[in-house]
T-cell receptor
């Protein structure tokens, strides 16, 4: 069975501060891991993904995430928050192409000017 | 560059009425999915399809019907809408020939059942 837990449904950071959004997963097989971002009244768009290989993955808009197998984590970070980063962020796990995705319940990021 | 489109974007209906949400993708992706998004629940899978004429239930299929006669279309029908089906519905597609299987989402259909 697979599942995703996102710690903190709401996170607030000051503009220019570090963004850290937490994601832990459970999976009985090597996971494919994803972070998606959702802006108001829009669909989800892919920020970054981990499949195999390098455990530190870089995505769009300056975000990156590190796959830590020993901690079953895939936390999302960005060194310096921008106002435009305010959105809902979803972590997801899959067993790979053709398999179901399991989404976390989302983290709403607020950026304070 | 249409990608994946959903219609209608907004719909208000009454309890007991039939509603169909349309989803169309231009990438010829083999997999298509319907999710509903509700506060506190994230995204929950309603139905998915691996190819034309192949569909399967997801986590919350009750009250919904899908069909997939053509690869590019995957309509979702609420046969008799209930207030609990008020939600935002997202269609997504995925190409299992790729090496990641990432999902590509539509803009969503916001449904209100009165």
């Amino acid at each position: 069975a697979q599942s995703v837990t996102q710690l903190g449904s709401h996170v607030s950071v000051s503009e220019g501060a570090l963004v850290l959004l937490r994601c832990n997963y459970s999976s009985s097989v090597p996971p494919y891991l994803f972070w998606y971002v959702q802006y108001p009244n829009q669909g989800l768009q892919l920020l970054l993904k981990y499949t195999t290989g390098a455990t530190l993955v870089k995505g769009i808009n300056g975000f990156e995430a590190e796959f830590k197998k020993s901690e079953t984590s895939f936390h999302l970070t960005k060194p310096s928050a921008h106002m435009s980063d305010a959105a809902e962020y979803f972590c997801a796990v899959s067993r790979g192409p053709g398999n179901q995705f399991y989404f976390g319940t989302g983290t709403s990021l607020t950026v304070i000017p | 560059d249409a990608g994946i489109t959903q219609s209608p974007r907004y719909k208000i209906t009454e309890t007991g009425r039939q509603v169909t949400l349309m989803c169309h993708q231009t990438w010829s992706h083999s997999y298509m999915f319907w999710y509903r998004q509700d506060l506190g629940h994230g995204l929950r899978l309603i139905y998915y399809s691996a190819a034309a004429d192949i569909t399967d239930k997801g986590e919350v299929p009750d009250g919904y019907v899908v069909s997939r006669s053509k690869t590019e279309n995957f309509p979702l029908t609420l046969e008799s809408a209930t207030r609990s089906q008020t939600s935002v519905y997202f269609c997504a597609s995925s190409d299992n020939q790729g090496n990641t299987g990432e999902l590509f989402f539509g803009e969503g259909s916001r449904l209100t059942v009165l």
